[in-house]
């Protein structure tokens, strides 16, 4: 764990991705992920191994996010400019058939948790364990919350049609 070069070259894009989904803005999810980076570089030495790095960094990211929001007395989600996700599972096959802004707009109008296990089930491609790990809960927690969130927003979609 001595080259945090590679770290970040690994890591940055999924740490951005998150707080991108998180705050709509791309000038802001790079700032937060710089200062993500900052505040790993700091605490370095506390990480233990118990979980991943990129699960490790979100937690980061999340802690990061949520201080600026306090400072900002705000936390607002645009839909401006969200990224496409990468890879090929169903989640992604879901975000790439429905309408990109819809679907976000039905995302943010889930209540918490849901809200945030959709976020970075759907946009942070995260598995099902990391995001337990983030949200200081279970695997399952996190499994059957996705499931009821997304049972929800299924249906929500489908009244509004």
Not at 39 to 48: E, L
Not at 81 to 104: H, I
């Amino acid at each position: 764990m001595t080259d945090l070069d590679g770290i970040y070259r690994q890591y940055a894009q999924t740490v951005y991705r998150f707080l991108l989904a998180k705050t709509g803005s791309p000038e802001l999810a790079e700032e937060l992920t710089q200062e993500t980076f900052y505040q790993a570089v700091q605490s370095i030495g506390r990480y233990d191994g118990s979980c991943q790095i990129s699960t490790w960094l979100c937690g980061i990211a999340r802690n990061v996010l949520l201080n600026h929001n306090r400072k900002q007395k705000h936390a607002s989600v645009s839909l401006e400019e969200v990224p496409e996700p990468a890879g090929g599972s169903a989640e992604d096959a879901v975000l790439g058939n429905m309408g990109r802004e819809l679907l976000l707009t039905a995302i943010h109008k889930q209540p918490e948790p849901g809200r945030e296990v959709l976020y970075l089930r759907l946009l942070g491609s995260l598995s099902f364990r990391e995001i337990g790990s983030i949200l200081g809960q279970s695997e399952n927690w996190a499994r059957v919350t996705f499931y009821r969130a997304k049972q929800n927003l299924v249906k929500e979609l489908k009244d509004d049609a």
